[in-house]
């Protein structure tokens, strides 16, 4: 698997990194969204540099302009709930790009710290062929990640597979690489310190879902 840390070249992210961590900020739930928003527009902007391009002519007013565009089409794919703010940015610049939405939750089973990742809600297109962008704000354990992509798979196998996700814990990093092929793109905003005993990513910023859209039951 491919590692991309976005945020180890100073930009304007760390900025709007900072803010959606900030627990002042995280209090206005118009701005986190928006945050997110443009945290998932950067993203976009440094995926479609590894995106295979094509030849293409373009007719001006003036004459014709020989420029590229993307080669392939592209699926984004978003994970419910927290992944919808940051799929609004990936859409703002992929704008032709098609929209798959799956639901991905920890269920604790024994109503302890023990969880199973259930993966139950999905309408997507194919991915035959495509640009695949799975986007999720936070990586803590992985689980919910490849239990997606196995779910997405069993018909359709894209092109190309790019992962993006706002904030990652080293574990759950480690285990995408343990559990995914090499063509696969990692693509991350900050890399944090660990998991705590509740596989929460330290130091985070907490429920990404909850400061977007409320607490939910």
């Not at 945020?7 to 900025?15: R, T």
């Not at 929209?99 to 939750?105: D, I, L, P, R, T």
Request: negative net charge; hydrophobic residues 40%.
């Amino acid at each position: 698997m491919h590692i991309h840390y976005i945020s180890e070249q100073n930009s304007v992210l760390n900025h709007f990194l900072a803010q959606i961590r900030d627990v002042n900020i995280q209090k206005d739930s118009m701005r986190f969204r928006k945050n997110i928003e443009r945290i998932g527009e950067i993203m976009s902007y440094e995926i479609s540099k590894q995106l295979e391009y094509k030849n293409l002519e373009i007719q001006t007013p003036l004459g014709i302009k020989k420029t590229t565009t993307i080669a392939n089409p592209i699926v984004l794919c978003s994970i419910l709930r927290a992944g919808l703010a940051l799929h609004q940015g990936f859409i703002n610049y992929f704008d032709e790009a098609e929209n798959g939405f799956v639901s991905a939750y920890r269920h604790h089973y024994n109503n302890d710290d023990a969880f199973d990742i259930l993966v139950e809600y999905q309408a997507t297109p194919s991915f035959e062929g495509k640009n695949m962008i799975l986007v999720d704000p936070m990586l803590a354990t992985g689980q919910s990640i490849v239990a997606v992509l196995n779910k997405l798979h069993v018909e359709h196998q894209p092109k190309e597979i790019h992962i993006a996700v706002v904030i990652a814990a080293p574990e759950g990093v480690q285990y995408l690489q343990e559990q995914l092929p090499e063509n696969v793109h990692l693509w991350v905003g900050a890399l944090d310190e660990k998991l705590n005993e509740k596989n929460y990513i330290v130091p985070g910023l907490g429920d990404a879902g909850d400061l977007a859209y409320g607490i939910k039951l």
